[in-house]
Structures are given as structure tokens and as C-alpha cells.
């Protein structure tokens, strides 16, 4: 479902992405981890099209997200770590709004709206103001807006940040039914636990290079550490580091 071949990105000098290749297949759960700077966010933001690669190709779904954006795009889903909602429009015109983007019949969009709506605890707010959300609510509010459409491929930039435990499991529980149901996921996250929780495969980027790929048992094997913790601090610990 996504297809990465060859993706290079260049900031100047500074070679972000060194020349990854990667295959997700459909209804797989993929968390993508490295540390800060080693181009997680760089790669998602060329997979979703916003930003193009200095060489390279990416495929999702069978469209190249360069030649054909626009239909590429329709059937992604995309959450990123800070992302933006207009401050004053409702929660309501939120939703209708995304749904009006992506061509959503009004029919389909209010029987959505009710079943999202439901599901993040968001039908007391739909009069509420943008601006008067709280972070949780608001993260609410942008998984809502991006399963409106159905989108085939779901990538989420730190899919957990700044929100309370029952938010957490709802979201991995969601997550974990979307794949089963065949949407693939395409996650980066700092917490390792949830690349272990719900990863089918894990991929760990450093300095640019895809460095290790697999399941969490294939990576023990061929890299030693009892935990995806050990795996990860033995690949991307710098030089003189303890």
C-alpha cells in the first residue's frame, strides 16, 4: 500500500533522508522510530506530499504522490504532531467542513459525525469554538475529521501527545480495529511501548538511514536486547555515550 524507493532529502548540506526503501503493506500497523533529528517527520511529510523529496519515490495505494497529489491525497489520512484547526468555526463546522473538502455526501458526513462524534465524546461540544478546546479535545476533534473520508492509508506524527489515558486506549484501540478492518497505518512515535503494543513492524531510522526493519521478535534477534527499549538505545545511542 505504500511503496519508498530510493527517498533522498537534502536540507543544503544536510542529508536528512539517505536513500530509504520500505514496503507497507495493507492493513499493517508500521511505527517508525528514531531520535530527535534523525527524519521521521521529514519522511512522513514527503509520504503525505508536503514536502518533495530531493530524489526518489513514494507510492500509496498505487499513486505516485508527486505526479498524482490530488488523488494520492484522497485517499490518505493524515495527523500531524501540532496540527491546525480553525480557531472559530464550531467543532461541528470542523467536521462538515473536512467533509465538504474531500466531496463527502451530506448524508454520509452526518452519519459520521454522529458515530465519531460518539465515539470521542465530542456531541456535548459541537457548538463549541475551536479556540475554547482543550489539547485533548482537540486531538479528538482531528481523528474525527480524518476518518470522515475512510481513508485507505492513515499516517499519525506522534499519535499520543498531551492526551489523558482513557484518550490513549481509545486511540490504540481504534487504530488496532482500522488495520484489522484494511487501512494500513504509518505511525511515528517516541514511546516505545506503543510501537511494541501495537506495531505489527517496526522500522528505527539514524541519521537519515533506515537502519533496522522488522517485528519486535525478528529485531531482538538480529540486533540482542530483551526489550524494544535495549534494540533501540543499542542502534541510536551516540558515540561516547554511556
Request: with cysteine.
Given at each position: 500500500?505504500?511503496?519508498?524507493?530510493?527517498?533522498?532529502?537534502?536540507?543544503?548540506?544536510?542529508?536528512?533522508?539517505?536513500?530509504?526503501?520500505?514496503?507497507?503493506?495493507?492493513?499493517?500497523?508500521?511505527?517508525?522510530?528514531?531520535?530527535?533529528?534523525?527524519?521521521?517527520?521529514?519522511?512522513?511529510?514527503?509520504?503525505?506530499?508536503?514536502?518533495?523529496?530531493?530524489?526518489?519515490?513514494?507510492?500509496?495505494?498505487?499513486?505516485?504522490?508527486?505526479?498524482?497529489?490530488?488523488?494520492?491525497?484522497?485517499?490518505?489520512?493524515?495527523?500531524?504532531?501540532?496540527?491546525?484547526?480553525?480557531?472559530?468555526?464550531?467543532?461541528?463546522?470542523?467536521?462538515?467542513?473536512?467533509?465538504?473538502?474531500?466531496?463527502?455526501?451530506?448524508?454520509?458526513?452526518?452519519?459520521?459525525?454522529?458515530?465519531?462524534?460518539?465515539?470521542?465524546?465530542?456531541?456535548?461540544?459541537?457548538?463549541?469554538?475551536?479556540?475554547?478546546?482543550?489539547?485533548?479535545?482537540?486531538?479528538r476533534l482531528i481523528y474525527a475529521c480524518t476518518f470522515?473520508?475512510?481513508?485507505?492509508?492513515?499516517f499519525v506524527d506522534e499519535p499520543l501527545i498531551g492526551?489523558?489515558?482513557?484518550?490513549?486506549?481509545?486511540?490504540?484501540?481504534?487504530?488496532?480495529?482500522?488495520?484489522?478492518?484494511?487501512?494500513?497505518?504509518?505511525?511515528?512515535?517516541?514511546?516505545?511501548?506503543?510501537?511494541?503494543?501495537?506495531?505489527?513492524?517496526?522500522?528505527?531510522?539514524?541519521?537519515?538511514?533506515?537502519?533496522?526493519?522488522?517485528?519486535?521478535?525478528?529485531?531482538?534477534?538480529?540486533?540482542?536486547?530483551?526489550?524494544?527499549?535495549?534494540?533501540?538505545?543499542?542502534?541510536?545511542?551516540?558515540?561516547?555515550?554511556?
Open positions: 500500500m505504500i511503496e519508498i524507493q530510493a527517498l533522498h532529502k537534502y536540507y543544503g548540506s544536510v542529508h536528512a533522508v539517505r536513500g530509504i526503501n520500505l514496503s507497507v503493506p495493507k492493513g499493517e500497523v508500521f511505527c517508525f522510530l528514531g531520535p530527535n533529528g534523525a527524519g521521521k517527520t521529514t519522511t512522513i511529510k514527503i509520504l503525505t506530499g508536503l514536502m518533495r523529496p530531493s530524489s526518489g519515490r513514494v507510492r500509496v495505494g498505487g499513486l505516485d504522490v508527486q505526479t498524482s497529489p490530488l488523488e494520492a491525497k484522497r485517499i490518505m489520512g493524515y495527523i500531524p504532531d501540532m496540527p491546525f484547526l480553525y480557531e472559530r468555526m464550531t467543532v461541528e463546522e470542523v467536521f462538515r467542513f473536512t467533509g465538504d473538502l474531500y466531496g463527502v455526501a451530506s448524508g454520509e458526513t452526518e452519519q459520521a459525525l454522529m458515530r465519531y462524534f460518539d465515539l470521542f465524546a465530542l456531541l456535548e461540544h459541537r457548538d463549541v469554538l475551536v479556540h475554547d478546546l482543550s489539547h485533548g479535545m482537540r486531538q470522515l473520508h475512510d481513508p485507505a492509508v492513515l492526551l489523558d489515558p482513557y484518550t490513549i486506549r481509545l486511540i490504540k484501540d481504534l487504530l488496532r480495529e482500522k488495520a484489522r478492518g484494511g487501512i494500513t497505518v504509518f505511525l511515528t512515535t517516541h514511546i516505545l511501548a506503543l510501537a511494541e503494543d501495537i506495531g505489527d513492524r517496526i522500522g528505527i531510522i539514524r541519521d537519515g538511514d533506515l537502519c533496522a526493519l522488522g517485528t519486535l521478535d525478528e529485531l531482538r534477534r538480529r540486533h540482542g536486547g530483551r526489550t524494544l527499549e535495549d534494540v533501540f538505545l543499542g542502534l541510536t545511542r551516540p558515540e561516547g555515550r554511556p
